[in-house]
């Protein structure tokens, strides 16, 4: 026989508090991964102590500190950067590298970024999800170029899997080595080279 609720007995709030601890473990990772020294790595455990909760409750949604990690940057990024179709190639390479332009150098997404590089380069894990990470975004662009092909904006033929690695080329050199800025300017005219090379 069903049970009825007893008079000003609160509901069930189970779903609503998880989702609120994992909200708040993800808030915490990038706020070390924001802050964090250089040479120093984010562990499980400076994670669920910033996050006020026990490593138990990370594991219990992430298999491993990198998976936290990337949720950490997806969930950053996930509405910053478009896959724009304007029906013009130039005008959607330069929207699409606009938004990665913006969302890779403001000043916490820059940090989370730099952060996890440092991990990949220890944390053969981290750098395998990053790499996944980075497929999407070059899956995006590539979806891009190939509505443009059949536009007959391409040229048949042309690698646009080359073309993509010119794209990323360009952000992670000057990204990672700080030698130029990335610009709206710089985006445009990256585009507008792009789209000549395509045709």
Do not use: C
Not at 86 to 107: K, Y
Not at 121 to 128: F, G, K, N, P, T
Not at 177 to 196: I, M, Y
């Amino acid at each position: 026989m069903p049970t009825t609720p007893e008079p000003g007995r609160r509901p069930h709030t189970g779903r609503r508090r998880n989702e609120a601890a994992r909200q708040a473990i993800l808030a915490a990772t990038r706020r070390l991964l924001a802050e964090n020294a250089p040479g120093r790595p984010v562990t499980v455990d400076a994670i669920a102590k910033e996050a006020g909760i026990g490593k138990q409750t990370i594991y219990r949604w992430w298999p491993s500190k990198g998976a936290v990690l990337l949720e950490a940057l997806t969930s950053l990024a996930r509405d910053e950067v478009r896959t724009p179709d304007t029906g013009v190639l130039e005008s959607d390479l330069a929207a699409f590298l606009g938004d990665i332009f913006r969302a890779g150098t403001a000043p916490d997404n820059a940090a989370v970024l730099r952060t996890l590089a440092a991990e990949a380069a220890r944390d053969a894990q981290v750098a395998e999800l990053l790499l996944g990470f980075t497929r999407t975004r070059r899956g995006a662009l590539r979806t891009l170029l190939e509505r443009a092909r059949e536009r007959g904006e391409v040229a048949p033929g042309t690698d646009l899997d080359l073309l993509v690695d010119q794209a990323f080329g360009v952000y992670w050199f000057r990204f990672l080595s700080g030698l130029a800025p990335l610009t709206p300017a710089v985006a445009r005219e990256l585009a507008r080279t792009l789209a000549l090379g395509a045709r």
